[in-house]
């Protein structure tokens, strides 16, 4: 099993990794809210552009916490949250409740 830069990184370090750039907290939130992730959708109901939610979940892609759907795709890509993510989430949620 291929492993990530995630695996390499304390539960702090990633946390301060998600809060240390805003479009990460915008997309950590909007996790939460779609089984399904649209850079298009997320920057519509964010106010944000799409090429900057576009940038945070290629940045989470990288990291392991979401997998794309259909990569074979240049352009309206489709993202779901992965093991990792969703225990990225829970780790936020813990310390920041």
């Not at 779609?34 to 940045?59: F, M, P, V, W, Y």
Request: with cysteine; hydrophobic share 35%; charged share 30%.
């Amino acid at each position: 099993m291929e492993r990530t830069a995630a695996n390499h990184m304390s539960d702090d370090e990633l946390i301060a990794w998600v809060f240390s750039v805003d479009r990460r907290m915008v997309l950590a939130e909007s996790i939460k809210n779609h089984k399904i992730l649209k850079a298009s959708d997320i920057a519509q109901e964010t106010g944000r552009s799409t090429q900057n939610i576009s940038r945070a979940l290629k940045e989470f892609n990288e990291k392991g916490f979401i997998m794309c759907l259909n990569p074979e795709k240049t352009t309206w890509k489709r993202y779901t949250v992965t093991n990792d993510g969703r225990s990225l989430l829970k780790k936020i949620d813990k310390v920041y409740l």
